[in-house]
């Protein structure tokens, strides 16, 4: 009786897996798409940064018109 509490380990314990297979499906999958991993907690003023930076890089790669 004192070995119950193991019938619960293995249901438990696909049920875990299973959450973390699809986790990491998640970041693979962002990853493939975006090329980089997801910025957790991006706000609005992250995003405007992104914007910029995106931007200057654009701007400093670009030709110069002389």
Same mark, same amino acid.
């Given at each position: 009786? =004192? &070995?119950?509490?193991? /019938?619960? *380990?293995?249901? &438990? +314990? *696909? *049920?875990? +897996?299973?959450?973390?297979?699809? +986790? @990491? #499906?998640?970041?693979? !999958?962002?990853? #493939? #798409?975006?090329?980089?991993?997801?910025? !957790?907690? @991006? %706000?609005?003023? %992250?995003?405007?940064?992104?914007?910029? %930076?995106?931007?200057? *890089? /654009?701007? #400093?790669?670009?030709? =110069? =018109? @002389?």
């Amino acid at each position: 009786m =004192s &070995l119950v509490w193991m /019938e619960a *380990i293995l249901p &438990l +314990g *696909i *049920i875990a +897996g299973m959450l973390c297979v699809m +986790g @990491n #499906a998640q970041y693979y !999958i962002h990853k #493939a #798409a975006h090329g980089r991993p997801k910025h !957790i907690g @991006n %706000d609005m003023w %992250d995003v405007a940064m992104e914007r910029r %930076d995106k931007k200057l *890089i /654009e701007q #400093a790669t670009a030709p =110069s =018109s @002389n």
